[in-house]
Nanobody
Framework: QLVESGGGLVQAGGSLRLSCATS????????LGWFRQAPGKEREFVAA????????RYADSVKGRFTISRDNAKNTVYLQMNSLKPEDTAVYYC???????????WGQGTQVTVSS
């Protein structure tokens, strides 16, 4: 299971940190990631982190503003979001998978709303 938290309403330029608590089994997946879906749009990739190394990957739209990290002791993955923009408004989903291209487990989502 994956359970997201930390969403909310913030003004443009502000920050939020999303958390995704996972079971130990889920956390052992090779990749953990964040996706988002805005109203009327398809779900899109935001960021991902691998278990080994670890290495990270970001969507171009969030590079330099968002940071993904993981705490192995807490089986938790985080998404620190800075310099938020109204276009970042969406439901954010945590995901786990066998690789950066294969996410098979999803959380229920947490709403992020950025006001202008």
């Amino acid at each position: 299971q994956l359970v997201e938290s930390g969403g909310g309403l913030v003004q443009a330029g502000g920050s939020l940190r999303l958390s995704c608590a996972t079971s130990g089994r889920t956390f052992s997946n090779r990749a953990l990631g964040w996706f988002r879906q805005a109203p009327g749009k398809e779900r899109e990739f935001v960021a991902a982190i691998t278990r080994s190394t670890p290495s990270t990957r970001y969507a171009d739209s969030v590079k330099g503003r968002f940071t993904i990290s993981r705490d192995n002791a807490k089986n938790t993955v985080y998404l620190q979001m800075n310099s938020l923009k109204p276009e970042d408004t969406a439901v954010y989903y945590c995901a786990a998978g066998s690789s950066l291209a294969d996410f098979g487990s999803w959380g229920q989502g947490t709403q992020v709303t950025v006001s202008s």
